[in-house]
């Protein structure tokens, strides 16, 4: 592990991949949920047969869900849809990689400006 640490360059390389293979793992995991629930859809509102042929629909089934959808109001929008425990983590992980480099940009260029400025003893 020390010698990755050691080459920045791999290091990143290893992230990379093991962010892709995160990010890959959990859309998968995103889309077997969507299934499910489309599946359970078909199941409970009773679709006919080409509609449940066509479960890829963006439109919702007949019946009530539509309209629990359309009327579900803040509370639905924070549930996203029942996705809230993958896109909430996934925008304070955004949030917090933005603020860190942000932090560490700003503490770069007030020590480069710190160095380039002269101090007041030596000024004359």
């Not at 409970?44 to 066509?54: D, F």
């Not at 503490?107 to 480069?112: F, I």
Request: hydrophobic residues 50%.
């Amino acid at each position: 592990m020390l010698s990755s640490l050691a080459n920045p360059a791999r290091f990143m390389r290893i992230m990379a991949v093991g962010f892709t293979l995160l990010f890959g793992w959990l859309l998968l995991r995103m889309r077997t949920a969507l299934n499910e629930r489309k599946a359970r859809a078909l199941r409970l509102y009773g679709c006919p047969q080409s509609v449940a042929r066509r479960a890829g629909s963006r439109f919702p089934p007949p019946g009530r869900l539509g309209a629990e959808i359309m009327t579900g109001g803040l509370a639905a929008y924070f549930a996203m849809g029942g996705y809230a425990a993958f896109v909430w983590p996934a925008y304070g992980i955004a949030a917090a990689v933005l603020a860190i480099h942000s932090w560490h940009r700003y503490r770069a260029s007030r020590d480069a400006l710190d160095c380039l400025q002269p101090t007041a003893g030596n000024r004359e």
